[in-house]
């Protein structure tokens, strides 16, 4: 296990009793929001689409550590839907990124969700700036993305969606534009790039 993965798992175990203890005090039908910093850094509404929301993000975590911590996690009722975004840390160099690992770990964290959420909405990763691409195998993130894209067509459950695509600069799918990230890696602001997924109009269409 890299240094990385270790602090990840830490964190994992230190944030899952919290979220559990969020779960248990919703009511049915909730919206959930799962995945690496991406997740854990939105600041999501008490209540959306008049649903009780939880985020489970977990910072730091690849597909392997996120699949790992879901299946820890308790589930006391069925989510609504699931907002999945997770691949950024899949791609650090010094990781060696493996895309037959990334597809079985979504496969793993797809299929767990589809016994604990109605319906799943799986993002593309977002973009990085080209500052940190020394870090992060940028070129993959579009192949993992259609990775991702393609293993959520397999369950009639899911759907993918791209709410970074107007982030991303013309050279590249995998950059950023100048100036879009807070950091180079994180967006400025995680309600925005939620808030233009339709979640509501899913929900709605699936009555």
Do not use: W
Request: proline residues 5%; contains cysteine; glycine residues 6%.
């Amino acid at each position: 296990m890299t240094k990385d993965d270790f602090n990840a798992e830490t964190y994992a175990r230190q944030r899952i009793p919290v979220i559990n203890a969020k779960m248990r005090d919703t009511t049915p039908g909730f919206i959930l929001f799962v995945g690496d910093s991406h997740v854990d850094l939105y600041r999501e509404p008490s209540t959306l689409c008049g649903r009780d929301t939880v985020n489970a993000g977990l910072s730091g975590t690849n597909s392997k550590v996120y699949a790992n911590a879901l299946e820890r996690l308790t589930f006391p009722r069925k989510a609504a839907l699931a907002v999945l975004t997770i691949g950024t840390n899949d791609l650090l160099r010094k990781r060696k990124p493996d895309p037959e690992s990334y597809k079985a770990n979504i496969e793993r964290i797809l299929n767990t969700l589809e016994g604990k959420a109605d319906l799943v909405v799986a993002t593309a990763i977002p973009p990085i700036d080209k500052q940190l691409a020394r870090y992060f195998n940028v070129d993959a993130i579009e192949s993992y993305s259609t990775t991702l894209a393609g293993v959520c067509a397999r369950f009639e459950s899911c759907i993918y969606q791209d709410p970074y695509k107007d982030l991303r600069h013309a050279e590249g799918f995998g950059l950023a534009k100048p100036g879009a990230m807070a950091d180079g890696l994180h967006v400025k602001s995680y309600r925005d790039i939620y808030e233009r997924l339709p979640l509501c109009r899913i929900l709605s269409a699936a009555r």
